[in-house]
Every structure is written in structure tokens, then in C-alpha cells.
């Protein structure tokens, strides 16, 4: 079983910033890729920023050069750094795990329960 706790989100207002935390625990053998997902109300949920096990980025174009994604690999923590936040970032934010729980299983696919963020003017 793996668990996922999100933590950080909130109200905050244009121009601030915000960070975002994922501990995963668990039968988690390797880590193939970690990443943050956003759906904003009556929107898809969309990509924001992801990180390999090898820890290669990558990132939403609306979001570049402002978030910053991490992972403290002793941790099993997964973060994301938001500044100069904006409106239109105004999301519930879910974390997505993708994982391997033993050398022969499958890739397998996990998510937090999400978090709110609200971007205020």
C-alpha cells in the first residue's frame, strides 16, 4: 500500500509564493517519476511540473522560470516552490506518483487527494 500526504496549499496573493509538499511512503521499490497536476474548475487536469527518478525536469510552459520542482530522495518527499503566483494558478493540485513496488512488478500509477490553491488579487 502507498500513501501519499500533500501539504502547503492555501490562500495567498498575486506575486506571492507558496510550497507544496508530497511524502510518499509505502512499498515504493523505485520511483520511475514523480510530478504535480492541476485542475482548475471546469478545466482538465494538466500537467505542472514533473521529476524522473533520475532527476530531470520538466515543466508546463505557463509555469516556467516561476516553479521549481524537487525531491529529497531520502525522504520520498516531492516539492513544489511557487512564486509570483498568478490568478490563473488558482488549482486543486495533485501529486502522481509512478512507481515500481518490487524489481519484477508493473509500473503502477498513484495520486494524492490534492490541495487547494487560491491565487487572490
Known amino acids: 500500500q502507498v500513501q501519499l500526504v500533500e501539504s502547503g496549499g492555501g490562500l495567498v496573493q498575486s506575486g506571492g509564493s507558496l510550497r507544496l509538499s508530497c511524502a510518499a511512503s509505502?512499498?515504493?521499490?523505485?520511483?520511475?517519476?514523480m510530478g504535480w497536476y492541476r485542475q482548475a474548475p471546469g478545466k482538465q487536469r494538466e500537467l505542472v511540473a514533473s521529476i524522473t527518478g533520475g532527476g530531470s525536469t520538466n515543466y508546463a510552459d505557463s509555469v516556467k522560470g516561476r516553479f521549481t520542482i524537487s525531491r529529497d530522495n531520502a525522504k520520498n518527499t516531492l516539492y513544489l516552490q511557487m512564486n509570483s503566483l498568478k490568478l490563473e494558478d488558482t488549482a486543486v493540485y495533485y501529486c502522481n506518483l509512478i512507481y515500481k513496488r518490487a524489481w519484477t512488478a508493473p509500473v503502477t500509477d498513484y495520486w494524492g487527494q490534492g490541495t487547494q490553491v487560491t491565487v487572490s488579487s
Open positions: 509505502g512499498s515504493i521499490f523505485s520511483i520511475v517519476v
